[in-house]
């Protein structure tokens, strides 16, 4: 695969995220060596965390982004906030720091999680799930990756059930959108 070496930066909440998306992205075929760095919450507000990185790691990849091949893909939950306001909140941050939102030709992706990333796990364990329950979280972070595995199958071949949560569709499209850009 082509998107083999190139430079991922992950920004996230907690490790749970971040196992998550590191297993999401090995199962699609990404190298995960020297090639990743994650930025993740240290402990306190993970949202808060996310959204004051945002600025300084957007800059970051469009300051390397004519050098070499890369993507940030970042994970937010929306809490209980829509995700359209937490989209809204990182543009803003942008803004706010004199730069450009996010382009629709840059391998910057944002995928958020309603009310958390537990939802999309019980939903993928084959529980019906709505966005705004507060799921359990895993005994260990790793007992997602079964279930990771599979949103791999789904999102790329474009099937997800009609009952996955909008957050979930929304994530697989911002996937769809950032791979034809990374190369």
Partial sequence: MSQC???IVILCEDK??????????QKRGFTLDRNVRTEICPKGAGE??????????????????????????VLIDADKKTVEERLKQLDNALIENSHAIRQPNEAIAVFVPKRNI?????????????EETEYTKLKKQSDCKPY???LVT???????????????????GELQR??????
């Avoid at 537990?118 to 709505?130: A, F, P, R, S």
């Avoid at 789904?154 to 949560?165: I, K, M, R, T, V």
Wanted: net charge positive.
């Fill in 48 to 73: 808060q965390f996310v959204r004051e990185k945002y600025v300084k790691e957007v800059v970051e990849y469009r300051r390397q982004k004519n050098q070499r091949s890369g993507m940030l893909i």
């Fill in 5 to 7: 070496r190139v430079q």
């Fill in 178 to 183: 950032i791979l034809p850009l990374i190369g």
């Fill in 148 to 150: 990771v595995e599979k």
């Fill in 118 to 130: 537990e939802t999309w796990i019980h939903y993928l364990q084959g529980t019906n799930v709505d």
């Fill in 154 to 172: 789904q999102c790329s071949q474009g099937n997800l059930d009609e009952n996955a949560p909008p957050s979930l569709k929304a994530a697989c």
């Fill in 16 to 25: 749970q995220q971040e196992v998550f998306a590191l297993h999401f992205l």
